[in-house]
């Protein structure tokens, strides 16, 4: 069973870059689509971005300033962030999917705790 633990959220001004991470114990990443989502208070969980380990990505209305990578090696995946604005401010969770749809958090049984990312105006 895999254990996620996201780090690296904050308070950054708009326009600001953050970058997060997301490592995986207790087995390989190898074999799952790795996810981040995100919360923001009184709202549903979005979908942000996932990928899968042979190469395909699937991306919210933040491509092209949000990206994925996954160093599966490092049993790790990471979500850059550029360009933030006041409406990304939300707790960004990591999450692992086996099977599934890759943009619905019902396809994924691991998750992080989540990291807290506060965008100041």
């Known amino acids: 069973q895999v254990q996620l633990a996201e780090s690296g959220g904050g308070t950054v001004q708009t326009g600001g870059s953050l970058r997060l991470s997301c490592a995986a114990s207790g087995g390989t990443i190898s074999n799952y689509t790795m996810g981040w989502f995100r919360q923001a208070p009184g709202q549903a969980r979005e979908f942000v971005t996932s990928a899968d380990w042979i190469g395909n990505v699937w991306s919210n209305s933040a491509k092209g300033r949000f990206t994925i990578s996954r160093d599966d090696a490092k049993a790790s995946v990471y979500l850059q962030m550029n360009s933030l604005k006041p409406e990304d401010t939300a707790i960004y969770y990591c999450?692992?999917?086996?099977?599934?749809?890759?943009?619905?958090?019902?396809?994924?049984?691991?998750w992080g705790q989540g990291t807290q990312v506060t965008v100041s105006s």
């Open positions: 999450a692992a999917s086996e099977v599934g749809v890759p943009t619905d958090f019902r396809s994924y049984a691991y």
